[in-house]
């Protein structure tokens, strides 16, 4: 979902004059599994017995608008955990989150439409400077905004230079969020994918903020990805 090394294109993209990317559109069956994803993503998470550990530093407060980070194989709950611990505190009109603009990236973005959330199509191969600019729209209308940093294509817990572009346009401080779970199924995908099974221990954790500052050079921010990348880890239990 952020910006990641160019690969080739398994889909073709459709253009329009001037080479401008459209993407692909969720098909009628990708809104059908989404919503059956949606359904039995918030089925599990009822069960799940939930808790939150707070490294913010701020008892709990997070800023009234922010950029919200999650490895991508912890997609299953994302949205259940920002809901649950986030959203609450948040003074947001809503959430923007960064989805891949390929056919596969469909799915993805009929999901959170079904959580009432905004997708924003693009990676660095396919509509990057578009996203760039789309999630900086949103970000002034008042909404947060959510990036798998390591996504879509990886590598696995490696964050990718585009969060740290997007904190310095926008200004929004990032907030590093993962979780353990003490049962889950760990798929065989780039990324150990984890499917979290019904009634297991839930902790969400979150990392102190990370503020990017607007005349941060190139310098500057590698040091901050480096950062960010070691506040994501330390907060990874695998």
Same mark, same amino acid.
């Given at each position: 979902m952020t910006p990641s090394p160019p690969a080739p294109q398994e889909h073709p993209q459709r253009r329009r004059r001037g080479g401008v990317v459209i993407p692909h559109k969720p098909t009628p069956l990708q809104r059908f599994l989404a919503r059956l994803i949606h359904v039995a993503a918030r089925t599990v998470a009822r069960t799940l017995r939930k808790s939150l550990v707070d490294q913010t530093g701020t008892g709990g407060r997070v800023p009234p608008q922010a950029i919200y980070v999650m490895w991508h194989n912890?997609?299953?709950?994302?949205?259940?955990?920002?809901?649950?611990?986030?959203?609450?505190?948040?003074?947001?009109?809503? !959430?923007?989150? %960064?989805?891949?603009?390929?056919?596969? $990236?469909?799915? *993805? +973005?009929?999901?959170?439409?079904?959580?009432?959330?905004?997708?924003?199509?693009?990676?660095?191969?396919?509509?990057?400077?578009?996203? !760039?600019?789309? %999630?900086?729209?949103?970000?002034?209308? $008042?909404?947060? *905004? +959510?990036?798998?940093?390591?996504?879509?294509?990886?590598?696995?817990?490696?964050v990718q230079e585009g969060v740290i572009a997007l904190a310095q346009v926008t200004g929004l401080p990032i907030i590093p969020a993962s979780y353990r779970l003490s049962h889950c199924i760990r798929l065989r995908s780039w990324d150990a994918f984890l499917v979290p099974i019904p009634f297991a221990r839930w902790e969400v954790i979150l990392a102190p903020p990370l503020q990017v500052p607007r005349d941060a050079s190139e310098t500057d921010r590698e040091q901050l990805r480096r950062e960010l990348e070691k506040r994501l880890r330390e907060i990874t239990p695998d």
């Open positions: 912890r997609l299953a709950l994302c949205l259940e955990a920002y809901f649950t611990y986030a959203r609450p505190h948040s003074a947001s009109r809503g !959430l923007a989150a %960064l989805v891949s603009a390929s056919r596969d $990236g469909g799915l *993805l +973005a009929a999901v959170l439409e079904c959580y009432g959330v905004q997708p924003v199509r693009g990676s660095s191969s396919r509509r990057g400077p578009q996203a !760039l600019l789309e %999630l900086t729209t949103w970000a002034q209308r $008042g909404y947060d *905004l +959510a990036i798998t940093p390591d996504g879509p294509r990886g590598p696995r817990y490696v």
